[in-house]
């Protein structure tokens, strides 16, 4: 586990808010170690062995092993805790967050405007795939604000995401930006983009690893959500890192055409839509240079993956308000990229080691309770 | 700011107060973690002054006296927490079913 830096922007923690996070995060450390891995014993044990007697064949596919599996008393207890973690890490943060509020509003206006930028559009439409349910479960999720300057939600967010990943992506939580890094370096040696787009940056925290390969690349990061871009401008500012933060949609951008050399997103696409991912794919396309390349970050597509751990990884779509998880992971992604005019030769679909060496001592598993448990990242990218 | 995210809450038990009642459990096992650091966190400062040691905590027997008041207070702390099942018995003892109050309820409307 490591030490989540105490960058200027981070909320601070009294004794007992500390302490609240502190169980929070053991709690779902154990649960993700100790009691999500018996799901597979009773899988094997009794729920399997019951679809069988009842189907007279092995369950082909997650919706089969859910089928079963819900009823099963073990795992209606794990993901009753595992659902109760998860709004406990919300509130555990956020109750933090929402006393220094004042506080983080001015220390994020404080910090000087010399390295990048911050570009804020109000006219913004926020798309209906983050105002349908609150993503992950944050209350309010990425776009809400409360207040002018609001900061809230990125604040929380970077908090909870290192609660989230158990402390195990680093201390600036930057393993997927890291591991990215790591890939595109040793792959592509001589490949020396002049100008990078992170896509749904949130709070930068994977944007910045680009900063630091590619000095001499200018690196511009855009989200749809204000308070995030406020706070991951600030954050950016506070460690020196030189990013342009601008609030756009990533299906429609306002760059002009063939203005990135590198475009790459973190996780963004489970939380879009079936055609925001087409919209986003085309407009990956449009923004690179020819030779330019576009990778995204994601956990494993469901295709040739054993029922049962598609079963635990989609629980998300289902118990977490993560509605496109499913959906994004049975998609044919080189056909998607085809249709965005990426030849399929282009095309790569693998997954990539994590940065972080304690990340890859765990469960294995990609999520089900540990998320980036598998000590690997999948990634999905083409060159145009 | 926002107690509840957006979006219907599944729940995973066959009665979904289970899971209502988890949640509650889940909480309270938080707060008396916060409780437990912040007493350690008491005895690490007190035993850093000078004041006393966690030893002087594990050597301490309490006189026939503190006992007492101890015992009295663990009686009373269980009753208060395990209320509910002496209620449900009481009301076993006394005869009161939900048509019982029901009655009552028409009876004071109609009287």
């Known amino acids: 586990m490591y030490e989540q830096i105490q960058h200027p922007l981070l909320p601070q923690v009294t004794h007992d808010e500390l302490a609240r996070q502190n169980f929070v995060q053991a ?8 009691v999500s891995p018996g799901n597979k014993v009773v899988y094997e044990k009794r729920a399997r062995p019951r679809f069988v007697r009842e ?184 460690l020196g890192k030189r990013v342009h933060f601008s609030q756009q949609n990533a299906e429609h951008t306002t760059f002009a055409d063939a203005s990135f050399d590198l475009v790459v997103s973190h996780i963004l696409l489970h939380e879009t839509s079936a055609s925001a991912m087409r919209n986003i794919l085309r407009e990956c396309y449009r923004l690179l ?21 598609a079963f635990m990884l989609d629980w998300d779509t289902y118990n977490n308000n993560e509605p496109f998880w499913g959906a994004l992971h049975d998609m044919d992604l080189v056909a998607l990229a085809g249709e965005a005019g990426f030849a399929a030769a282009q095309v790569i679909q693998m997954t990539i080691p994590s940065a972080f060496k304690v990340a890859r001592s765990r469960t294995g598993l990609f999520q089900g309770g540990d998320f980036g448990g598998g000590g690997r990242w999948f990634v999905f990218g083409a060159t145009k | 700011m926002p107690q509840k995210a957006k979006g219907r809450r599944p729940t995973f038990f066959a009665d979904p107060q289970v899971d209502k009642v988890l949640a509650m459990t889940m909480a309270l096992a938080g707060e008396v973690s916060v409780l437990r650091e912040r007493l350690d ?60 109050y029901d009655a009552v309820v028409r009876a004071v409307s109609s009287a």
Not at chain 1, 289 to 309: I, K, L, R, S
Request: charged letters at 25%; hydrophobic letters at 35%.
């Open chain 1, 27 to 34: 709690l779902k450390e154990h649960l993700a170690t100790k």
């Open chain 1, 55 to 238: 189907a007279q064949h092995a369950p082909r596919d997650r919706h089969d092993v859910r089928r079963v599996m819900k009823d099963e008393p073990y795992y209606q207890t794990w993901s009753a805790l595992q659902r109760i973690s998860q709004e406990m890490m919300w509130e555990a943060v956020a109750s933090s967050v929402e006393r220094q509020l004042p506080d983080l509003i001015t220390r994020a206006k404080q910090r000087g405007r010399t390295l990048g930028s911050l570009t804020l559009n109000p006219d913004l439409q926020i798309p209906s795939y983050h105002t349908a349910v609150d993503i992950h479960c944050q209350p309010g999720g990425y776009h809400s604000e409360t207040c002018p300057d609001d900061v809230a939600a990125g604040a929380i967010y970077d908090r909870a995401v290192y609660i989230y990943a158990m402390g195990r992506m680093g201390p600036l939580n930057d393993d997927l930006g890291q591991s990215l890094v790591a890939y595109v370096k040793t792959t592509y040696p001589d490949f020396r983009p002049r100008t990078i787009l992170d896509m749904g940056c949130s709070v930068g925290h994977s944007t910045l690893p680009y900063v630091d390969a590619y000095p001499d690349a200018e690196v511009y990061a855009i989200d749809v959500a204000a308070p995030m871009l406020r706070y991951a401008h600030a954050r950016a500012e506070a």
């Open chain 1, 289 to 309: 240079v020819p030779g330019g390349m576009m990778f995204h970050v994601e956990v494993p597509q469901y295709q040739g993956m054993d029922p049962y751990d």
């Open chain 2, 41 to 100: 966190t008491i005895e690490r400062l007190a035993e850093a002054k000078g004041l006393f040691s966690r030893r002087d905590i594990e050597a301490y027997r309490p006189s026939a006296q503190v006992a007492e008041e101890r015992e009295q207070w663990r009686k009373e702390y269980l009753a208060r927490i395990l209320r509910v099942i002496l209620e449900e018995l009481e009301a076993v003892e006394k005869g009161e079913t939900p048509e019982s």
